[in-house]
């Protein structure tokens, strides 16, 4: 898949248009996701560009499940990042549960696992890049998680 600058800052504009002007959406997840984007120059200052937003993890089959952001710099390389809205406190307020804790602990491992995952069907779809990152974002923590650097590899296959 071939990317030129001119789809890249156009994507970044009308991405970046679309959750600003979402700010009506009091969903928990999207609200973190929400404010990822709009302060992402700080929390992903390698990755300036917001190039994708629930993207199809394997083309055409969206039953194979949707990724939440892909940041770029623009010359072939990618951050995928996975939000996660982590419900910390639970509908009886109670935080330290056991069971809270082993759900909680559940919820993470999946956004983790999917970060590495879908950077490596993200890879597929690209097939020319030059790195790609993955990352988790949960409410749990004020940074990102890095999870997994694809190296920059002559043949890209995995």
Known sequence: ???NQLDIHH???VLRAYFKGRDWDKNNEYSLKRF??????????KYP???D???????????QGRGDLIFTDGSGNYAVVEVKWIDLKGPTDQRSSSTRRTSNRKKRRVVEEQAKNYS???AS???DFVSIEGYSYTNE???????????IDSSNTF
Not at 36 to 45: D, G, I
Not at 53 to 63: F, G, L, P, T
Not at 141 to 151: C, G
């Open 1 to 3: 898949m071939s990317i």
């Open 11 to 13: 994507r970044n504009q």
């Open 36 to 45: 990822l984007v709009e302060n992402s120059l700080e929390l992903l200052p």
């Open 49 to 51: 560009y917001l190039f």
């Open 53 to 63: 937003d629930e993207w199809e993890v394997e083309s055409s089959r969206a039953e």
């Open 120 to 122: 490596h069907n993200l």
């Open 125 to 127: 779809l690209l097939g």
């Open 141 to 151: 923590s004020e940074s990102l998680q890095h999870q997994i650097t694809l190296p």
